[in-house]
Each structure stands twice: as structure tokens, then as C-alpha cells.
């Protein structure tokens, strides 16, 4: 792939602004370029060395099956796939904190992959007062025709959408306010899971990356 920098893609951003102002969350079906979702792709499909995932942070992480079955790497900005994707996300970040004020420090994420059978259990990504993940993004690098779809729920645990993987599409939600599952996949599902956070330390307690 190409090894210029993403054009500014500040039309785009203007719709995504625009929807989660109103709502809190926004299905973007056409987000990541195909140069870059397919280079991601086959970099998570034959590059990466992903483990299973666990729960919790730091010294609370620990695997537990019965809650996730998926498996992740996460980004260290080597290679030049990362390093597109991550200058996309900052582009998306400046515009969010110039345009809703959300005091966004920075961002982490990894690739998943769901294998038959894989799921999430439904969960939040950030609890209120303990943690500094604000926003929420998911992009889907491949499509998938059988199960692996996100449920999203409101503050009222009542179902908002399932959303199916398809190549390119990026869904962005604010972390500590949707409930959301992964469903069984029945095909192999990749992404890339995100999250916006703001500085690390919150009422004086630390909340380092990842």
C-alpha cells in the first residue's frame, strides 16, 4: 500500500460528528478506505500473533472463557498498515475535542478475531468514575454472512440494533453508556476494537493503557 499519509477526510467526520451528537453512537457502513482495511486484513490474518483475551486491567486481568472467547493483538504502530489507521483515528479525535469538547487524550486498540463459536458476553467498556476509555470504536475488516454480530443496548437495557460485520465499516459509541455482545460467530470474524480515552488518571487514581 501506499505509504502517504490518509487524506483529511474532514467531510466524513462531519456526518460521524453530526450522528453521535445526536444519539451517543454512529454506523459508519463505509469508513476505513479499501487500501487500508484490505492491508489491515492481511496483516491480522497472516502477521499478527493473537492470544486469547482476557477481563480486567493490570493486575485484575485474568481469562475466563465463559465471559470472551475471542483472540487480540494489540497495536504497537510498526507497521505501515498501523500507523494509516492510527493517523485516521487521530484526525477522527482532533475533530471530535474541536467540535464536542470531550478532552480526548489518546487512543488505544488491538485487532480480534472471533472463530466459530467465539462471543463476548454482553458488557460495558468503562465505568462510571473508573475509567478514563470515553469512546468506543469497532472496525470490521472483513464480511461476515453468519452470526459474530455487536448488539448494542441502551441505559435501559432495550436492544437499539445488531449490527453485521462488513468490510470497512466502523461503529463509535460512548463507552460507559451502551451495553454491548458480541453474538456466536459462525464465520471468522476480524476488527479492530478502539477506545478513545482522556487523561490517565482519574480522581486521583491511575488508569494506564490497555
Sequence with gaps: MSSSMPANNEPQFDAIITAFYQQGWVWLPDFLPAELNSALLHEVQHQS???????????????DTQIRRDATQWFDGRSVAQQHYLALMAQLQ???????????????????????GDYYQKHIDAFRGRSNRVLTTVSYLNTVTAGGELALF???????????????????????????EVLPA?????????????????????????
Design 49 to 63: 500473533l493473537l492470544t486469547a483475551a482476557g477481563i480486567g486491567r493490570q493486575g485484575e486481568h485474568k481469562l
Design 94 to 116: 482532533q475533530q471530535l475535542n474541536r467540535r464536542c469538547f470531550l478532552g480526548l487524550f489518546d487512543f488505544e486498540c488491538h485487532f480480534a478475531r472471533y472463530q466459530h
Design 154 to 180: 441502551d441505559e435501559h437495557d432495550k436492544l437499539i440494533n445488531r449490527f453485521s460485520p462488513t468490510s470497512g465499516s466502523l461503529l463509535l459509541f460512548e463507552s460507559e453508556r451502551f451495553p454491548h
Design 186 to 210: 459462525g464465520d471468522t470474524r476480524y476488527s479492530i476494537a478502539g477506545w478513545f480515552r482522556q487523561n490517565s488518571s482519574i480522581n486521583g487514581k491511575l488508569d494506564p493503557a490497555q
